[in-house]
């Protein structure tokens, strides 16, 4: 079942923001890497962002580079995707992810759905007019 929980989308016009939120079942985040994913109806489900268990390092997607800003706040066993100036094109479900990783986020394996162990049911992000 859920081994993860997203919270916080919605429906907004372009040009606003969303701050999704990534909660654990069970376990904590603490030496996990967690990755944001979204897939749209009909698309493959895309890495977007993720962020190290430790040293804070992060991947962006092209896409949201310079909109989107993930975070962690392993005192609270919670990771956060900021999502601002939001697009049509940014309507999706939106997933969560981790893998136990100690060491930093590393691209083609964490920006990868397959990079990862535990996933969230999503919440959905519709970015409308």
């Known amino acids: 079942q859920v081994q993860l929980v997203e919270s916080g989308g919605g429906v907004v016009q372009p040009g606003g923001s969303l701050r999704l939120s990534c909660a654990p079942s069970?376990?904590?985040?603490?030496?996990?890497?967690v990755g944001w994913f979204r897939q749209a109806p009909g698309k493959e489900r895309e890495g977007v962002s993720c962020?190290?268990?430790?040293?804070?390092?992060?991947i962006y997607a092209d896409s949201v580079k310079g909109r989107f800003t993930i975070s962690r706040d392993n005192t609270k066993n919670t990771v956060y995707l900021q999502m601002n100036n939001l697009k049509p094109e940014d309507t999706a479900l939106y997933y969560c992810?981790?893998?136990?990783?100690?060491?930093?986020?590393?691209?083609?394996?964490?920006?990868?759905?397959?990079?990862?162990?535990?996933w969230g049911q999503g919440t959905q992000v519709t970015v409308t007019s």
């Open positions: 992810a981790s893998v136990l990783a100690l060491g930093p986020v590393v691209a083609g394996i964490h920006t990868s759905p397959r990079g990862y162990d535990y």
């Open positions: 962020i190290s268990s430790s040293d804070g390092s992060t």
């Open positions: 069970g376990f904590t985040l603490e030496y996990y890497a």
